[in-house]
Nanobody
Framework: QVQLVESGGGLAQAGGSLRLSCAAS????????MGWFRQTPGKEREFVAT????????YYVDSVKGRFSISRDNAKNMVYLQMNSLKPEDTALYFC??????????????????WGQGTQVTVSS
């Protein structure tokens, strides 16, 4: 069983930055692919970024490439999402997910086995 707790959300102005953190419990964290998704009311959960178990591979949705960066610290059981050049359309509830299987790129929500409760990001124009 893995528990995930996100933090770092809040209110930012367009062009600003936020750093999301995801704290994971469990000894096998370093073997999981990790990802960030986001969701707005009435819409499905959208893939944002994923990182492989070793941290050697990352993958992003086109809309955040060059602006967001995902990273992990396996020694601390942490995953991060650095968000720069924020836009109002980045406003959403952001979720951290853990995938038990080793996918090349875990970019769909069905590939994930565990989720956090989410942290709200609001970007004002």
């Amino acid at each position: 069983q893995v528990q995930l707790v996100e933090s770092g959300g809040g209110l930012a102005q367009a062009g600003g930055s936020l750093r999301l953190s995801c704290a994971a419990s469990g000894r096998t964290f370093s073997s999981y692919s990790m990802g960030w998704f986001r969701q707005t009311p009435g819409k499905e959960r959208e893939f944002v970024a994923t990182i492989s178990w070793s941290g050697s591979r990352t993958y992003y949705v086109d809309s955040v490439k060059g602006r967001f960066s995902i990273s992990r610290d396996n020694a601390k059981n942490m995953v991060y999402l650095q968000m720069n050049s924020l836009k109002p359309e980045d406003t959403a509830l952001y979720f951290c997910g853990a995938a038990v299987r080793h996918y090349i790129f875990a970019s769909t929500s069905s590939q994930y086995d565990y989720w956090g409760q989410g942290t709200q990001v609001t970007v004002s124009s």
